[in-house]
């Protein structure tokens, strides 16, 4: 596409913002963000310049600025959000005017996929919540346009085994052969981008559209459907990016998190969507792409250097934005109350290792704000993603600057600078709980979430609890987010874990204390230089150090599963009336849970299990084996880890070693002869009882029936074991 057909399209293009909307609307949100951030920064020059400025002063100032800056553009578009969804008239930018109500009922043209790439995850869990997308598709009557791909990454044997076995009954159930596809890459590339970049590779030119989802993501049918027609209608979007809402929450954290996101997240999503226009952020899943130009222009590049700046990039989805901005193409936030959800980490310590992550693919793009071609919002969102975390530095070095500028001579002066003071702690606080406020009432007035007025009033308590936590956790993630970046710079990489996303059992008390036990030593240490600095700046840095003080009893506590459920606060929407399809999706997986398990000691190996043990497993991991020799492993290396295998366990080799014998097809069938030819004596107790258990299924005509396993092979369906003694 040409520079100047791209131009005409983004700005002539129905649905789309002209260039007029977009400067107008920029002029008057930045103009706000200055002015206020000009304010702030006045205010405390005139706090400090009592008796000209210091070195260490001057410090504080200029800390200060991109602070306020930051607190200011999240005030500005929470207040515009709220007024655009209380305008009379709708938005004339919104994307949904762009449909009429005769194009709901026109059948789609366009070929989708459906990604889902998956590392490690919860068998259960990925294929149930893929069943459920799949119905509710069904459901639209558009079904026939849509393939879905789950595209492994899993480097777990037992995971990968399972996941082969559960997409095979998952196609059997649906009668879905031809429409959902498995893959599982023999060599992780580049992660997630690199799964995406392969499957793009290799079918991406059958499919106009790709929506692309995470492991946990949930999505209705109509909202896809919906999805694709707004991306017919407007060819000059390239990327359309939905508002996941948090479902799913067990624990405090999670249940508080899934809350604000649920009565905040709609205001900024319009104040996003107001300032942002055409240029908007791609966060990774739950989105729709335009799939030939995102093939042609969003390849990633690797960063000079080498990790954790350079390398790979681990936050790729603000690079594809840019990219696909950069061809020409408009990425669009599309409102979404309903329809479009996720889950989230479970606990405080879930919610770092994710953080630590994202934290250093933000820090990567530092090297991007400079290069060539970007389009002036692309690099803003860059520069926020990175002031997203070394905020967190900023504000430490300012309230350390804070103390050392408190035990100074003429800390104390009045008039004036008492004023100035004041009206900066006002203008702060206002910055940070007015636009709370503004939502609440919002909320207490319109019902926007509740119409019963008893909810109404459980929102106003619950958002009081939400303001509790997040005031006590904020000088914790303070803590942590500075020394990620600090990590970060000292070049400190990341690895690539699998993430948790439901607390499994209780919560470890020794990873809580040693996690938060320093950031207790250090509240400690400050609280003792406060108080001999003077009363007064203890009294002031007080909300800091006691949040610092209870780290380990907060960590602990908002980790737990006591989330005030039962005192009906901290209700969201998808609680009181259910989405169908995250209903359908919670009634399968209570279904599997209360299935008898398996022993504990074939419940850990049990992908190794099946594929060694059961005809009708082995086969179809040998069929969906790449038949190709492995030439950096020797025969002779392979029949030695399987006489290990046989005669000692699972436990006596490392994945790496399971991982190599899993991978040969000869090894793989040559195994399921000898265990099930192998005299008893010459079996590791653990061979012994899973043909024991094999044997006993085969002997019960309700094998169907019992055994199941809570992991969810054949997506809560039949399991292969027990399908062979069944049939």
Known sequence: MSTGATTTLLTSTPGLPPMRYSRARRATFFSFVGLGTFLGAWLLYIYLARDGLRKSEIAMLAVFVPLYYQLNTGFWTALIGTWLMNRPKSDPLDLWRSLKPEDYRTPLHANTAVIMPIYNEDVTRVFEGLRSIYLSLQETGQLQHFDFFILSDSDDTNKWIEEEVAWLELCRQLQA??????RKRRKPINRKSGNVSDFCRRWGKRYRYTVVLDADSLMSGALIDAMVRIMEKNPAIGILQTFPKQIGAETLLGRVMQFAQALYGPAFMAGLDYWQGGEANYWGHNAIIRTAPFIENCALPALPGKEPFGGHILSHDFVEAALMRKAGYAVRLLRTPRGSYEEGPPTLVDMLKRDRR???????HFWLLFAKGWHPMSRLNFFHGILSYTSSVLWFAFLLLATFLAKLPGAGATGQVVTAKQLLLGLTITLIFLPKIVILLDELFTGRLFKPLKLRLLTFVSSLGDTVVFTLMAPVLMVFHARFVVYTVLGKGVKWVAQRRKLDGSIDWWEAIVTYGPITALG????????????SFLIWISP??????????????VSGRSSGRGFGIFLTPEEIEKPAVLQHLEERLDEIKDRIQLQPELERNYGLMQVFIDPYVNGLHVSLLRRRKIIDLSRDYLRQLAERLIRHGPQSLDARELRSMIHDTDTVTDLHYRLWSAAEHDLAPFWSLAIKQYNLARSNPFAHLLAQKESGEGSGGMTAMARTAAE
């Open 177 to 182: 052969f031809g429409h959902i596809f498995y």
């Open 524 to 535: 400690i240490v400050w609280a003792v230089i406060a108080f001999f600095v003077s009363t």
């Open 358 to 364: 994202w934290c250093q693919g933000n820090m990567q």
């Open 544 to 557: 800091i150090l006691v949040s610092l003080l209870l780290a380990i009893p907060l960590g602990i506590g």
